[in-house]
């Protein structure tokens, strides 16, 4: 079961999401976006937010800021050239000809 948890992250605190599970004999906490071990201080499975009507009926407002906006015909155009990154990583030769 998914929960919301509150942890400390370098030394923080942390809102993250979380699942129960058996390491070894142990009963512990992952975070299954980046696999790490957590150790929650609090937890509230993510089921009885919803059914305390925490998240329904939660709008965002016409005109609120988004956080990735993309329109019609709007997206940048492409101009990354691996070529120019790796030629700068490459040690400079001059010609030993002359």
């Keep these: 079961m998914t929960h919301l948890i509150l942890h400390k992250v370098r030394g923080e605190p942390a809102f993250d ?24 201080y609090w937890n509230i499975p993510l089921g009885e937010i919803v059914q305390n009507d925490v998240f329904y009926n939660q709008g965002v407002p016409e005109g609120w800021p988004d956080h990735y906006q993309v329109e019609a ?14 030629s700068g990583l490459l040690p400079k030769m001059r010609d030993r000809r002359f």
């Design 17 to 40: 999401i979380a699942e129960k599970l058996m390491i070894g004999d142990e009963e512990g906490w992952i975070i299954p976006t980046s696999g790490h071990r957590a150790y929650p």
């Design 73 to 86: 015909g709007s997206a940048p155009k492409a101009d990354f050239n691996i070529m120019k990154v790796i």
